[in-house]
């Protein structure tokens, strides 16, 4: 499978646009499950056509990749639910600004 280096780093880029300085680790992590998604799929149906093919060796090294992959899937989702919750709880770097304006105009 190929997966151009330059469209993970314009996702990533686009979600750290979205989502501010805080949600770049959730930026990265979305990223490498969109990977991981497409590992899965690619790996799904290749298995599959080994099954019709009746080649049993094939299928089961598939089937052992396929299971690695949705792992990986899963310890990226584990990651993602606490690094999202730090990330929604973080101040939003546009508004840490307008903050401190504020306190400064106040002064
Ligand atoms: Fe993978």
Same mark, same amino acid.
């Given at each position: ?6 469209? @993970?780093?314009?996702?990533?880029? !686009? ?14 992590? !979305? ?18 056509? !080994?099954? /019709?093919?009746?080649?049993?060796? !094939? ?6 990749? @396929? ?8 310890? @990226? ?5 606490? /690094? ?24």
């Amino acid at each position: 499978m190929k997966v151009s280096v330059t469209e @993970l780093k314009k996702q990533v880029h !686009a979600g750290v646009q979205e989502l501010g300085y805080q949600g770049q680790d959730a930026a990265i992590i !979305a990223a490498a499950q969109r990977v991981e998604h497409y590992e899965i799929a690619a790996y799904g149906t290749v298995r599959t056509y !080994a099954e /019709i093919l009746g080649e049993q060796n !094939a299928v089961s090294l598939l089937e052992k990749t @396929l299971e690695e992959e949705k792992e990986t899937d899963q310890k @990226l989702t584990e990651l993602a639910e606490g /690094i999202n919750v730090e990330a929604a709880a973080a101040e939003p770097e546009h508004q840490r600004s307008t903050n401190q304006k504020s306190k400064a105009a106040r002064m």
